[in-house]
């Protein structure tokens, strides 16, 4: 992940590919995708055998964020 200052920035980065512009966010939306249970709970025992409720609950948060392009849910 790299961090940048505006989109301005990221959009004149030499290795920008703007297959990638949905994923343009602000640092404290990054923060709330990470911090759901796929995340957080990887030290907890049942973690595999619940991999897929969690998996459920980050696309669930990614489609409130209107992240539902190719770039979040490859096939």
């Not at 790299?2 to 703007?18: G, I, M, Q, T």
């Not at 998996?55 to 490859?74: D, R």
């Amino acid at each position: 992940m790299n961090l940048f200052r505006s989109e301005d920035h990221v959009k004149n980065w030499a290795l920008y590919n703007p297959d990638s512009a949905d994923s343009i966010m602000p640092l404290s939306t990054w923060a709330e995708v990470f911090s759901g249970p796929l995340c957080t709970s990887r030290l907890q025992p049942d973690y595999l055998s619940r991999i897929h409720e969690h998996a459920s609950q980050l696309v669930a948060s990614l489609k409130k964020l209107g992240k539902e392009g190719p770039f979040w849910m490859p096939e």
